[in-house]
T-cell receptor, first 112, second 113 residues
Framework: GNSVTQMEGPVTLSEEAFLTINCTYT??????LFWYVQYPGEGLQLLLK?????DKGSNKGFEATYRKETTSFHLEKGSVQVSDSAVYFC???????????FGRGTSLIVHP | DTAVSQTPKYLVTQMGNDKSIKCEQN?????MYWYKQDSKKFLKIMFS???????INETVPNRFSPKSPDKAHLNLHINSLELGDSAVYFC????????????FGSGTRLTVV
């Protein structure tokens, strides 16, 4: 079956630090990969996506590259801000299934 | 205009009660979902309707019953509430089944005491 593994949090950084949140997956077929962000008290919002190998998704300074050889989709940002503090979810859809698979979420805390 | 709206935002109730959570979307999407998020932020899909037809029905106690009167609404009714039902419940919608174009509501925090 499909699965998504994210690094455990919380990840605690100072403002302007470099961010990496690791995500690896197992999937049947060729999955589409997503990162969602959940700010406190809100629902999840799509941050970025990639639909095939070597695609790079990007949005709001965040990037992630679909690496088929390492089955990874790590989220990066060059300089985080306090406002980036949130929970980040890696997710995939694959094999014609309607059912998305979410990782367990990684909490990011950015200090001034 | 809120795209996916859920009511109520907070719900505190006693064990054994029956309660409903309502969801409405004004995006014209064909597919709607209910998710449960536990205290550790783990997100689990419960149900999905496409054009008022049930297409996903995960392993969920039959005390939970979704109802979709039309494709803009998907309500969740829970009978005989238990302590373990305490969680945040999210409604979501998408143009078609899958993860493309998902829009989530802001959640209903259910606390069973």
């Amino acid at each position: 079956g499909n699965s998504v593994t994210q690094m455990e949090g919380p990840v605690t950084l100072s403002e302007e630090a470099f961010l990496t949140i690791n995500c690896t997956y197992t999937a049947t077929g060729y999955p589409s990969l997503f990162w969602y962000v959940q700010y406190p008290g809100e629902g999840l919002q799509l941050l970025l996506k990639a639909t095939k190998a070597d695609d790079k998704g990007s949005n709001k300074g965040f990037e992630a590259t679909y690496r088929k050889e390492t089955t990874s989709f790590h989220l990066e940002k060059g300089s985080v801000q306090v406002s980036d503090s949130a929970v980040y979810f890696c997710a995939l859809v694959s094999g014609g299934s309607y059912i998305p698979t979410f990782g367990r979420g990684t909490s990011l805390i950015v200090h001034p | 205009d809120t795209a996916v709206s859920q009511t109520p935002k907070y719900l505190v109730t006693q064990m054994g009660n029956d309660k409903s959570i309502k969801c409405e979307q004004n995006l014209g999407h064909d597919t709607m979902y209910w998710y449960k998020q536990d205290s550790k932020k783990f997100l689990k899909i419960m149900f999905s309707y496409n054009n008022k037809e049930l297409i996903i029905n995960e392993t969920v106690p039959n005390r939970f019953s979704p109802k979709s009167p039309d494709k803009a609404h998907l309500n969740l009714h829970i009978n005989s509430l238990e302590l373990g039902d305490s969680a945040v419940y999210f409604c979501a919608s998408s143009p078609e089944p899958g993860l493309y174009g998902y829009t989530f509501g802001s959640g209903t925090r259910l606390t069973v005491v």
